[in-house]
């Protein structure tokens, strides 16, 4: 991969950074993200009275040396989550640009980073046709995760990705116990809002990030031009044709790209889900410190 994001200085960037859940946690204990249910940490959350089949260790004897009922001391709780990364390894996000795949590598690997730096669980998902790789397992802690990423430069990224069908077949996909992140440009035939539905019935928080060139969302094309998908195999397939670009055709072109856009965001909002679209040319520290902290997936 001939651009990369990833060295001691991207990642040293992001140690003042953690993850937020917005919802209840029904994740392992010893992490660091505080729920609404009381737990066994040592910090002091609040009194209740006893009740028959209460713990009587916790009761305070001091409570009932003054008041002559029984109290018992209340702790927060603190949960671990699971962080899902999901990246699309379609042709389209790579194959003849490796500036969008490194972006998106990079996001993913950003991601991940604050997930084990706060003492959470990530799975890192490589989306390839109808099912996604997790080559890695489940990493605890960073040198896992460092050794993980060291293989992120043979990444190859070629044909297509059907996400409904790689989100929903994957089998680590619990329960209420994190956020799954899904890191595509979301020009796929695949109904990839099966797979938010999916998440959101599991009561995932669930991340959308969209990465798109400057090329695809203003393209500069005029005159006659050989126009190729690059996730199809076949040349005489429908979606590749000879065009004669006009100004017009441009227009209609930027009116589709952000009635796309605009459907995204707005399926994102009926459902509860946060989504960022980001370009190639934007500096990946406004990406991380900027957007992400605007829709308040990072705190």
């Known amino acids: 991969m001939k651009d990369s994001y990833l060295n001691d200085q991207f990642f040293s960037r992001l140690e003042t950074l953690a993850l937020n859940l917005r919802t209840n946690l029904a994740g392992y204990f010893g992490g660091k993200h505080l729920v ?3 737990g066994q940490t040592v910090e002091f959350s609040d009194f ?3 009740q028959l089949g209460d713990d009587i260790r916790r009761i305070d004897w001091n409570l009932f040396s003054r008041f002559e009922k029984y109290f018992l001391k209340l702790f927060t709780d603190e949960r671990q989550m699971h962080v899902q990364i ?6 389209s996000m790579g194959k003849d640009n490796t500036k969008k795949s490194s972006y998106a590598t990079a996001a993913a690997a950003a991601l991940g980073f604050l997930a084990v730096h706060n003492m959470d669980k990530v799975s890192l998902h490589f989306m390839k046709g109808s099912h996604s790789d997790n080559p890695f397992g489940t990493l605890i802690g960073k040198q896992a995760f460092f050794r993980a990423i060291g293989a992120f430069d043979d990444l190859e990224f ?3 990705a059907d996400i409904e069908a790689c989100v ?3 089998p680590d996909t619990s329960t209420n116990n994190g956020l799954t992140v899904i ?3 979301f020009m796929t035939d695949s109904n990839w809002k099966k797979a938010v539905d999916y998440l959101c019935y599991k009561k995932r928080q669930v991340l959308l990030v969209q990465v798109l060139t400057p090329e695809e969302t203003d393209p500069a094309y005029d005159g006659r031009v050989n126009l190729i998908d690059s996730e199809s195999v076949d040349l005489s397939d429908f979606k590749n044709m000879k065009l004669r670009i006009t100004r017009s055709m ?9 009635d796309f856009k605009q459907d995204i965001k707005d399926f994102c909002t009926r459902r509860g889900v946060d989504f960022i ?5 934007m500096a990946i520290e406004k990406v991380l410190f900027g957007e992400l902290l605007k829709v308040g997936i990072m705190a």
């Open 277 to 281: 679209s980001v370009r190639t040319d």
């Open 48 to 50: 209740r009275e006893y």
């Open 158 to 160: 070629t044909e297509d």
């Open 250 to 258: 441009q227009k209609a072109y930027e009116e589709a790209m952000l």
């Open 86 to 91: 999901f990246l699309d390894c379609s042709a």
């Open 36 to 38: 609404s249910t009381y």
């Open 168 to 170: 929903t077949s994957c």
């Open 183 to 185: 890191i595509s440009d």
